[in-house]
């Protein structure tokens, strides 16, 4: 192992095996599950790491979307922390990680244009920002300020989603719908990430790849399914919009299924050991949807991925971004059982689609 | 100088009647910093009573619709204006605004249209220049029966994903251009696959060339037809811009003066929406909270008297639980300012740590002298900033008169350093060095640098512990990386290199090794140690197994960045060595063009040397501020002070 390697990632190794013990315990996500309502997940959130984030704001204007909105406040932190920490050569890849978000918050600013929402509507549901966020909160403000998804777009100005949309703007345009838009972030948002993940070498270039190519995977999969099922879209379509690239899932496997064959035998060809896809198998779709049930396989998986990462030499690319997909799926975990406590939804209703608790379970 | 100025938490009780003058008083006495009031705010607004916040985001909206106005008309903001405006009524502000809009708005929206069409138009020329040598009919492109074709733009990155989509349509995707990310295309294939084509041509983001049917012919004719509209509508668009022209001329002061005035207004009520708020049944009493330097506290006080004698105004030193909120004002003489800057762009001390300035100013000047080492070159820097400041007809020069004292320093460091070293305008050999020659002697000055670098890092260390005192941490003055643990370690570290290579020490090394095990040790749980020392409960607050991994780590880095921090210092040898270097790279290129010291020679040497003043100066500037920075700041200076920022309704100087 090279004396550079570890150097470099000593204090972020540390950093993160630190906040890696403050991720929520099996025996907190029993409690969670078994709380009766929004109040009392409340009170047993306060006392793990989220606590200090739901400090700020007085109880009784903690609604559930607030408290969405400090749970990602955390996540915002945590990242900021790990790529500060991070050594030059790991922080392309964990500032493109971290802009997944920001696509995510040009989206969400669209739709809420498309929907007429004010600012202060719009607001809660991004992400907080960080000094490594391009788009700052008055980008967005000035963006739904305009008034109009074109207006909306002028404003990304100098910044890299700006080519990207506006190239895709007369689509919108011509289809009053935001899907062209949101694809062309997808895609021009991945080809960047695999960027990143391309430059790096040697250890970093294998976990690195390991796990981001493994999420990259995840999402094209699940465009190609989506864009077959849901949307009707024609071969030649499905193929444009998803990359060629990835870690396991290759074109070929997207081609596939772009051409009609059976998503199912797709999937075992390429995850032989993929478990927990009882919908396509049986055809039965209970409490999730076909899409759902392989959305959340995969997602177990990949977090199964990250948790083994923590084995082994620690000393590369591979351990902060485990601890950072880890965290985005307890974050994802957490904002569907809020949800689900709110509308007072019955266990087994949410249950199947929580991934980290599971993915706790099969590992160990 | 050498802390910040002594500051006083104020706080004035005002009649609600009155909180408009007094605020305007506050902003003009420009000394008064705002703090958050501890009080309620304007969650309580009295019957008739206004909404402070409301008008401020009022205020706000204004302030962007001024501006959209201004940029427009292509108006500037311009300087302040002289005279510090008055708070005004948001609604009359919002009828001249409106008047100004109209008057705006449709000359603007033709413009804007006009230049649409003309980046259209230009588009289409550039599209169907790639198939001006055509002789095909344009017609006949578009309502082919058997042949589908479709021309148009696209992402590059998509070219290779659209052409394997459609491997097994029959089809061709020519490419003849590429533009930045985009490439012009035209797709071929069967008119009976025309709707596949389609749906993967829109899939793959291609914008087809949407050429109105007016425009009939061969590409040439269409060319000549497009170019003939492109200068109708650059004529149009002179015209546009003319008329605006007119308006800004017209309009410009008015605009200047609203946005002034509109903007001065919402900071006055976005101020006074933070102050706290007292009511009784009859009255709305403002609580107004901030912090005053001490020595302008009797100008505010007179200041308040004349307002009204309504005003209450009671003063109280900084509490200790305050100290992270009281503002840092550095009070430096003015040829300290620029070493000033240096510091603050880093950051602010915070209040009870000591002012870095004028160690500053003597380190980087030392420093940079060190590594810029030449009588002539510092003469030059010298005499750059005695220009500076003795000059007062070019504005740019003006705008420079700042760093004039930063030259003047590194210009005298320079030249010291130049005799020491016995260089002069490159020429190593016309003056005796009082020290050594860098080039002669590269081991000494390499040892000899490092040797500073060390001292320099225990200064900061130093620094650290002083700072560390004054603000009452004690776990941070015993047990943090820069505290006393960290510089005796880093200290029995010097010792036992040194034992090395000197030979023996009076100190034998065993007391050295004894020493960095024990504050080795105190680092690896300096967590713990702070929290035993200052009371904190739990000890190891992420458990004691990541706290005993994540301290032997740190000390492990802790040793590694004392290394590497120490032997960064050796660049300021290497670029002293480089200098005599350089100076002997352009006497020998002077004598390869002037053999005989005529004025070739001479030429050389001057744009040689002025060339190494101006890179070397450069690169130098550069190293000196990173070492300063990284390696001295760093063991001392966290910047998390609050800078001193009083209020004002207008930009000022600094």
Redesign the interface.
Known sequence: MAVRSV?AY??V???V??LY??KLSPDTWEALLDAEDFEIVLSLLSKTAFGPYFEEIPRDRMTPRRAVYQIRQRLADVYEKVIRLAPDRARPLLLWLWRLYEVDDLKATFRGIEAGASWDRVRFLLYPRHKYSLLKLEDLEEMV?SGSVVGAVAETRGTPYH??LA??L??YEAEGNLF?LEV?LDLAYT?SLWEALDRLRGQDREHGMRLVGSLVDLDNLLWAIRYRAYHH?????I???TL?FGYQVK?DDIRAIASGADIASVLRRIYPDLTGLPALENRKPASTTPLESIEVALQRRLVRMCYSEFVGSPFHIGIPVAYLLVSEYENRDLVVLIEAKASDLPRERFMPLLVTRSAIYSAS | MFRPENMKRVELVVPDSIVVQVTEALAASHVFHPAASHLPQTDHIPPGGEDWREQATTFANLERRVLAVMEDLGVSEGPPPEETPHLIEPEVARVDLEHLEQQVEGPVRQLEEQQERLEQLQEYVRQLQTIADLDVELEALRNRHYLYALMGTMPTVNLARLRSSLDIIPSVLVEMDRHDHLATVILFGAQRDAEILDRAARSAYLKPLDLPETYRGTPAEVLEALRAGIERTRRRVREGEATIRRIHQARVDHLRHLLWRVRASRTIVETIARYGQLRNRYVVIRVIEGWVPESQLPALEERMAEVSDQVVLRTNDPEKQDEGEVPVALNNPGLLKPFQDLVTNYGYPSYRETDPTLVTALTFSLLFGAMFGDVGHGLLLLLAGFLLISTQSLSVLRSLRGVAPLLIACGFTGAVFGALYGSIFGFEHLIQPLWLRPVDGIQTILIGTVTAGAALLSLGMIYNLVNALLVGDVGRLLFGHNGLSGLVLYWSLLGLVAGRFVGRLPIPSGVFLALAAVCGTALALDEILANLVNGQRPLAKGGWGTSLIEGFFILFETAISLFSNTLSFVRVGAFAVAHGALGLMILILANRIGPGQGFAYWGVVAVGNLFLVAFEGLVVGIQTLRLEYYEFFGRFFSGSGVRYSPLTLLPREQ
Do not use: M
């Not at chain 1, 879209?233 to 379509?237: A, G, I």
């Open positions: 150097s000593s204090v190794q540390a950093a095996r630190g013990s403050k300020l080519e990207t190239h895709a007369n689509r062209p062309a080809r879209l024609s071969e030649q379509e193929i444009n919009y060629p074109d």
